[in-house]
């Protein structure tokens, strides 16, 4: 197996449940992403911000979706330190859409246009963020309830001009990654990002809906590197957990930013044999 598998791997063997206030960041080394199914910034905004507070280091980017806000909602819903970006939620309804992005204001945030999409299916929003010594490219996702078996095809054309470049894709996809060997459409999204460099960091339930539980809020990136780590913050401020995924900013490849050129990002053979002994992990 190659050796970008085998990172992966153990990205996924230090994946764990970590209480928030045991959860360190070294901002010197690492940019931190949050996100949350925050299931309604009315109900939950203020409880979920309290939590974020108690950790020893704010995280770099702080994302939600199900934010349920609205253009003419009043500005509480900002956090110091940050500047933000939102998709606000969709026209008369009730709840279940919005999207936002709070991101420190020492770090630079290109919101593209081309990212922000919404249709019956899903919303999504993202752009490029900047430090001071790196740079990525995020995506802010939402996959509304649904059966659509396209929604693979869907996606690697939303990325196809990013999937090359320092990629970290988080949302609530509504896929459950558990089910993967179950369920033909799941086998497919996994595939398609996979055979693109784009490795799942998360492999244990976020969701937990009475007696159920699901792993529907995701972490994918290309990013693969032996500090980079995805973990499940241990609170219970709506039924999904928060996830936060740390990337190493002090490596070569995010040094400096390549203007035309596409620039992989540890990534190497990766066909369907090796593919299917990676999804054991799941």
């Known amino acids: 197996m190659c050796d970008t598998l085998h990172t992966a791997e153990n990205i996924l063997s230090n994946c764990s449940y970590i209480p ?10 690492h940019t ?10 009315k109900s939950n905004f203020q409880e979920s911000l309290i939590n974020i ?8 980017v702080i994302s939600f979706c199900e934010t349920n806000l609205k253009s003419d909602d009043p500005d509480e819903y900002e956090i110091l330190g940050y500047n933000s970006e939102h998709f606000y939620a969709i026209d008369n309804k009730r709840k279940g859409s919005g999207l936002s992005i709070y991101y420190k204001t020492s770090h630079m945030f290109q ?3 081309a990212l ?3 249709n019956k299916h899903f919303e999504c929003m993202g752009g490029r963020i900047k430090s001071d010594k790196s740079y990525f490219y995020v995506i802010v ?5 649904g059966n659509e078996t396209d929604f693979a095809d ?9 999937k090359d470049k320092p990629l970290l894709i988080l949302g609530d996809f509504n896929i459950d990654l558990l089910d993967y060997d179950n369920n033909p459409n799941t086998d497919k999204f996994v595939n398609s990002l996979m055979s693109n460099s784009i490795f799942p960091l998360i492999n244990k339930p976020t969701n937990f809906f009475r007696n159920s539980s699901t792993l529907i809020d995701h972490s994918w990136s290309n990013i693969l590197h032996t500090s980079t780590r995805a973990s499940i913050i241990d609170i219970s401020v709506s039924t999904h957990k928060p996830i936060l995924t740390t990337i190493p900013t002090a490596i070569q490849h995010f040094l400096s930013e390549p203007e035309s050129s596409n620039t992989n990002v540890l990534i190497h053979d990766v066909n369907e044999a090796s593919i299917n002994l990676f999804s054991n992990d799941f």
């Not at 931190?32 to 910034?41: K, P």
């Open 20 to 29: 928030i206030n045991n959860i360190s960041i070294s901002d010197n080394t």
């Open 32 to 41: 931190s992403f949050y996100f949350h199914n925050i299931d309604g910034f």
């Open 53 to 60: 507070k108690s950790m020893n280091q704010l995280p770099s």
């Open 111 to 113: 919101r593209l246009s």
């Open 116 to 118: 922000d999409i919404r």
């Open 141 to 145: 996702m939402y996959r509304f309830h």
């Open 154 to 162: 869907r996606f690697l054309k939303i990325i196809n001009d990013y």
